[in-house]
């Protein structure tokens, strides 16, 4: 782990929300990513939008980041891994099957989201087990969808959660966004190609931001 990474408990468990847009779950030596949408970028492209190219390689680069600094054994994609059937191309399918030859002892679970359900499920020579939400790993719920079940803490993806920042003289940003309430959780969308939506959480969540290669508390008035 680095310095950029902030540390936090939930139920119990310790919690590294990590720069590269995902969370380390220690006791499980397991990484939480949402939202990759890989194959989002060659779905424009296929529909003659021009977008830009090498979208999957540096969510790859990023995510291999995240893996050698966490010491993970495990990833758990918590839906829409895939974006389309579109966007199936093969360089982006070549491009996911190499990162999986070199991480071949790696444990990979995908609890499917909606896209998933259109994009099919992943090539089984990437040795990704699917599964449907929600999918328990005590103390948690994992889902895409961010769901309310009683006495359950779900952590989920689907939002896209940001917030916007302001500073002196009209300057303001927006940052990708981890948030955590009282009865769950939305983690960041880790695609660089996704867009955010404007976080609205609830007055006693803890929202943490992404700047740079820093993960930051953010202080919410009210």
């Not at 980041?65 to 399918?93: C, E, P, Q, W, Y």
């Not at 940001?162 to 939305?186: D, H, M, T």
């Not at 969540?205 to 508390?217: K, L, M, P």
Request: proline share 6%; hydrophobic share 40%; net charge neutral.
């Amino acid at each position: 782990m680095s310095e950029g990474d902030l540390v936090i408990r939930v139920h119990g468990e310790e919690l590294a929300l990590m720069p590269e847009r995902c969370v380390f779950w220690r006791a499980k030596e397991t990484l939480l990513i949402a939202d990759p949408h890989s194959g989002k970028a060659a779905t424009f492209r296929a529909g003659g939008i021009p977008v830009p190219t090498g979208t999957t390689d540096e969510a790859l680069s990023r995510l291999q980041r995240a893996m050698g600094r966490a010491t993970a054994k495990r990833i758990v994609f918590l839906g829409d891994l895939l974006h389309a059937k579109a966007g199936r191309s093969r360089s982006m399918l070549q491009a996911l099957g190499q990162w999986r030859s070199a991480n071949s002892t790696m444990e990979v679970l995908l609890v499917r989201g909606n896209h998933d359900r259109r994009a099919g499920d992943p090539p089984g020579d990437l040795r990704i087990d699917c599964v449907d939400a929600p999918y328990v790993m005590r103390p948690f719920i994992l889902a895409h969808h961010p769901v309310a079940i009683e006495g359950e803490y779900v952590i989920a993806g689907h939002v896209h959660p940001g917030v916007r920042l302001y500073g002196a003289g009209r300057q303001r940003v927006r940052l990708p966004c981890f948030v955590f309430g009282s009865a769950g959780a939305i983690l960041p969308a880790f695609g660089d190609f996704t867009g955010f939506a404007d976080s609205e959480p609830e007055a006693d969540s803890g929202v943490y931001a992404i700047a740079g290669e820093t993960v930051i508390e953010i202080k919410i008035d009210g």
